[in-house]
């Protein structure tokens, strides 16, 4: 009897989680657009997926403040991943750095990147489906 890969949808999985949080992140800035002081922030998705994945030193561990707490999560990823502040490109006088045509550009391409990783997925169950019927319904 063959047992079940404990990974079975490869990076995607984590893939997944790290664009729902970006997806958040940049809502997050679109809705802010118009606050005084406000500064955008994004997810390294290239760093953050290498660290998800283990390539960038191992497993994550969790970091507190003190023991029994759980960090500020606005200013870490869901895999423990600091946030990095935008570099705007056009500074406005109110001191606030959210660009709403960069930040909808990007969130249309994330939304795409979510997509294509859901598409895999659903792509994988349908063949497990597949192989465990024998391609009956």
Known sequence: MSTIPQDLFGIHTRAM???QRRAEVLANNL????T??????DVDFRKALAAASGSAGGNLP???PSAGQIG???N???NGTALAYRVPTQPS????TVDAQVEQADFAANS???QASLSFITAQIHMLRTAITGGQS
Do not use: F, Q
């Open 17 to 19: 989680d790290l664009w």
């Open 76 to 78: 870490t990823g869901t």
């Open 31 to 34: 809705a802010n657009a118009d």
């Open 36 to 41: 005084p002081g406000y500064l955008a922030r």
């Open 93 to 96: 006088m109110d001191g606030n």
């Open 112 to 114: 795409v990147h979510y």
């Open 72 to 74: 500020d999560v606005s």
């Open 62 to 64: 969790l970091e507190t």
